[in-house]
């Protein structure tokens, strides 16, 4: 069965333009650091030189609490001979509404992971095709082709694709700077909806991250009204993504959204509309549980509707509704997992600390975001592009660059670390400090001057041997792999 | 709730706003008057009867004990639990290596064995929704058509148009030929497309038939896949009821025919197939739909477009698990097929007590019933919907008609017989039968002169008195003044059989 010759030039004409175009975001060059993991993935024993990937934002550090439930409660499962007089039930129930404890279940988890400081309807959970089928719907649902959303640098790649391809709709960014730990300010809003306005894209709204990705920080109390007031006084949606609500550690607190809207005087929660998931809280990204959550009655309803295209199998559903009910089991979780996030990321920043590598600082999120703007030849992105690939083939770690999350500056990189274990990390840091200790070595004529005098700046170029020369510019819109992309498997965090 | 005088709602898209999601119909009535007064054979003797849900329910057993002998097959067994985190974590696009591997020999036994799949073109997505709304994605722009054989399945207007901007136009089969779809008529609606100035993409069908319940021979196949390598239009071919053939003929799956019509005959870039587990396996609620193309940059756009609906990996490492296994296969299959052919034996004989014929059909889940007869109006679809009401309201079965489905002559109806057991089966049949005969008691006695001729004359009239009969006591039902109760969202949870 073979396609006849002379058809296949005017293949890609066959196809839509969504088909033949780039929308999906994965020609971009970034997916030489997954290449390497995957020809050359790190395992302790079988291949200790390997790539380590620092690259996936998972939450690996809580499997064992999991896997300890679902033995003590075998009635969760539809496949045990405790729980199998459900399997028919379970089996043909496809109501887009989804099991009512199910519903039930998630908003309490929702209440729990904002510590219980606001509550949610079950009425208005919608389920989708985890976050990524959520982003999409929820762009479906407010904005036309050529409408545009407002979105604070740096953000995350795959927006690109979730909430455009598709829709056709527009992401403007919002310029978010290092010099004041890249906080959203009301006045790079304004410029962004001006400049949105003047290039002839109407702003029907602004999507934000909190906690955010791949910067770890959360917003507190100020900025998020200010955020509301702005969209409020706009008259455009306000989509708060927060994934990460329950990975705050620390002395962060995580306020969301749905807290603020009940302090503010007039709130139009029309607007108002949260993206939730428990791939990264609960570390469950295969069983694509997406939600979206909205004040609007109508987006709930067309949501809802939309949801039939990627609703969360019902065996999924079951078993979540029901691990999710149990209380103890919930708490004990979440205080769990904090500790062990906050624990994972203390040794990460002790090491990078004692190397004198700087961090933004934060307290939330599943990864790092990494200065080494020091490190740079040039304050530009192809010199962060040639830092990057000597990170990825030489130091053998696989981490993502800030240009990959549009940041407007060159020099950060985003390091996860709760997809691995405790050896693990500490390979990854030994690598690290053998990297910086070279560099140290190149400049021992000047061997007074700190880790981060602009003298080594050329260094590790000219000595680090670089396994190719090629030079290529990033592409707009360049797409480190996320979710649900990566076709490698994981080394499994062993702890 | 935003306060009113501020911002009195927000302004929401256009794809929001407009009805193009089919919800707003008035076919859901009858989905409202079951979910208010649902039938159970114990508690609820006098409920409505829901026979508008094409679902499979007769092999559900075969599933389950299957389970209970495999406990590996599930991450939250003592057995099984060790796979929890590696499965949890598992987000790849391209599913389960064992799960692609299964779902494509599945998917060849389906066939018996006549055609086999590639588990590299085996894509996911969120059931055989995702699945239309996905081809329609990758092979279609905002304006561009496909066209549909009608009657077709109702939810294939929001499913193919909703999001993607992409309009379908019917080629309507009639009951002149049984409905038969022949590519005379796909060629004279291609003609007629273009002479519109429409831009045609490509056919789709749905094959066994959903509502027919019918299949499509090999040479018609053969000529489908003539045509659109000719017109360079895609063919998409819907094989999710591909399991449920019940009668002697066998099921030809359009990829059977990409092998044996001659190459130059066929582009293999324009065939794509729909498939699921929802129906031929009775497993609606795992949302396990699939997209295989012959297309090499389909199937690498449509892996990509899954990310948006992906199966569950906890659903995945079960089903692969299980469709892996070839006696549980076999014996599904056979079961399956056996056990639906009966249903329908059962069901289409009862009816004909009842003076009710069928479309002749191989398979589906329902029956294709001729009411004509008792239509008002022949030529009225109002007929055919206040038929329907008494059907709901006083017969107390929920089916769906005709015009639900874009047929084009009113009187046919889609009644669904495999989502219960066989008792309630026998309610039903009993309703209608008794129905039908209370409603043709002979109330007209005629005088004959000759006897023979009398009997004869008697025998036909019975015939005729019975239906002008119903006709006469339908039409006292009509004036009754039914009216339609408001708008339901058709996802009812079900009364289980």
Request: charged residues 25%.
């Amino acid at each position: 069965m073979v396609s006849l010759a002379t058809e296949k030039k005017q293949d890609l004409n066959l196809l839509s333009r969504i088909a033949s175009g780039d929308g999906h975001g994965e020609n971009s060059s970034y997916f030489e650091g997954w290449k390497a993991y995957e020809e050359n993935p790190f395992h302790p024993i079988d291949r200790p030189d390997g790539v380590i990937q620092m690259g996936l934002a998972e939450n690996q550090l809580c499997g064992d609490l999991m896997r300890k439930w679902v033995i003590e409660h075998p009635e969760a499962s539809i496949c045990t001979e405790q729980g199998v007089n459900q399997f028919s039930d379970i089996a043909i129930f496809q109501d887009y509404h989804g099991l009512p404890e199910f519903r039930q279940a998630v908003a309490k988890f929702m209440e729990k992971t904002r510590n219980n400081r606001v509550k949610f309807d079950p009425d208005r959970i919608v389920m989708s095709g985890g976050a990524t089928g959520a982003h999409e719907t929820v762009a479906f649902c407010l904005a036309n082709p050529g409408d545009g959303f407002l979105v604070p640098t740096p953000y995350y790649p795959g927006f690109d694709r979730d909430l455009r391809w598709r829709t056709g709709v527009n992401l403007v960014p919002v310029t978010c700077h290092s010099s004041d730990g890249f906080k959203i300010t009301v006045e790079a809003l304004e410029d962004a909806y001006e400049k949105a306005l003047l290039s002839n894209i109407p702003v029907k709204g602004l999507l934000m991250t909190n906690p955010s990705n791949p910067l770890g920080t959360t917003l507190d109390r100020e900025c998020l009204k200010s955020l509301v007031n702005f969209t409020n006084e706009k008259r455009i949606h306000l989509i708060a993504d927060e994934i990460y609500a329950a990975t705050t550690f620390g002395q962060s607190e995580f306020i969301s959204v749905a807290e603020v809207i009940e302090e503010i005087e007039d709130c139009n929660r029309d607007l108002i509309h949260i993206v939730y998931s428990l791939s990264k809280d609960m570390g469950l990204p295969g069983f694509r549980v997406g939600i979206i959550y909205s004040y609007n009655d109508r987006v709930v309803q067309i949501a809802r509707k939309m949801s039939s295209f990627g609703l969360v199998s019902s065996q999924t559903q079951r078993l979540i509704a029901k691990m999710l009910s149990d209380e103890d089991f919930v708490d004990e979780f979440i205080r769990e997992s904090k500790l062990r996030l906050a624990a994972r990321h203390k040794e990460l920043t002790t090491g990078l600390d004692g190397l004198g590598i700087g961090w933004l600082k934060a307290e939330a999120g599943l990864f790092l975001w990494m200065d080494l703007r020091n490190l740079l030849k040039t304050a530009t992105f192809d010199s962060e592009t040639e830092l990057w690939r000597v990170i990825v083939h030489q130091v053998k770690l696989n981490v993502s660059p800030g240009g990959s999350f549009h940041c407007h500056e060159p020099g950060w990189f985003r390091v996860c670390f709760a997809n691995m274990d405790h050896k693990t990390m500490e390979t990854a840091l030994e690598r690290i400090r053998v990297f910086t200790s070279q560099l140290e070595e190149e400049t021992k004529p000047v061997a007074a001057a700190p880790m981060m005098a602009k003298k080594k700046k050329k260094c590790w170029q000219s000595n680090l041997r670089l396994s190719f020369s090629d030079k290529r510019r990033f592409d707009d819109g360049f797409f480190s792999p996320h979710s649900p992309v990566p076709p490698s498997p994981l080394v499994r965090a062993q702890t | 709730m935003g306060l009113p005088g501020r911002n009195s709602g927000a302004i929401l898209s256009k794809i929001a706003t407009n009805n193009q999601h089919g919800e707003n119909s008035e076919y859901f009535d009858g989905w409202k008057a079951y979910d208010k007064y649902p039938f159970h054979l114990s508690h609820n003797p006098h409920g409505i009867i829901q026979m508008g849900l094409a679902e499979n329910q007769l092999c559900l057993d075969l599933i389950k004990d299957w389970i209970k002998e495999n406990p590996e097959s599930s991450i939250c067994t003592l057995e099984g639990v060790h796979q929890f985190s590696d499965i949890a974590n598992f987000q790849d696009y391209h599913g389960l290596k064992k799960f692609r591997q299964a779902i494509a020999h599945f998917m060849g036994k389906a066939r018996g064995g006549r055609a086999t799949f590639d588990p590299e073109r085996v894509v996911m997505s969120g059931g055989a929704t995702g699945a239309n709304e996905t081809i329609m994605f990758c092979l279609a722009d905002p304006g561009d058509v496909f066209l549909i054989p009608s009657p077709y399945y109702a939810a294939f207007d929001r499913d193919l148009r909703w999001r993607t901007g992409v309009e379908i136009i019917p080629v309507p089969c009639s009951s002149s030929n049984n409905f038969r779809l022949t590519v005379e008529a796909v060629g004279w609606a291609y003609k007629k497309a273009q002479e519109a100035n429409k831009k045609v993409k490509g056919l789709i069908l749905t094959n066994p038939s959903n509502p027919l319940g019918t299949i499509l021979d090999k040479d018609t196949l053969k000529d489908l896949v003539r045509f659109v390598t000719k017109k360079n239009i895609h063919l998409v071919v819907n094989e999710i009821y591909a399991a449920t053939v019940f009668s002697g003929d066998d099921f030809v799956s359009v990829a059977e025919v990409v092998n044996d019509v001659d190459s130059y005959e066929v582009n293999v870039d324009l065939i794509h197939i729909v498939y699921s587990l929802s129906k031929d396996m009775g497993l609606p609620g795992f949302r396990v739909g699939i997209v295989y193309s012959y297309n090499d940059s389909v199937v690498s756009c449509a892996r990509k477009i899954s990310s948006f609906g992906l199966v569950s990996s906890q659903t995945q490492l079960m089903l692969a698990s299980m469709l892996s296994d070839e006696r549980f296969v076999e014996n599904f299959l056979m079961e399956n097929s056996k056990r639906l052919g009966k249903r329908h034996e059962v069901f289409t004989t009862g009816l004909k007590k009842a003076d009710i014929t069928c479309l002749t059909s191989s398979g589906g889940l329902f029956v294709w019933m001729d009411l004509r007869h008792l239509l008002r109006d022949r030529n009225s679809f109002e007929s055919e919907i206040e038929l329907w009401r008494i059907i709901i309201h006083k017969v107390k079965l929920n089916v769906s008609p005709g015009s639900s489905f874009h047929c084009t002559e009113p009187g046919w109806f889609r009644v669904c017989f495999a989502n219960m057991d066989d008792d309630t089966l026998h309610v039903a049949l009993r309703r209608i039968q008794d129905f039908v005969s209370k409603n043709s008691n002979n109330k007209i006695v005629e005088k004959a002169t000759d006897k023979d001729q009398v009997i004869q004359n008697n025998n036909a009239k019975k015939q005729k008195w019975r239906q002008s009969n119903l006709r006469l006591s339908f039409r006292r039902l009509y004036e009754d003044g039914l009216s339609s109760p408001g708008i339901m969202s058709p996802h009812s949870p079900l009364l289980r059989a």
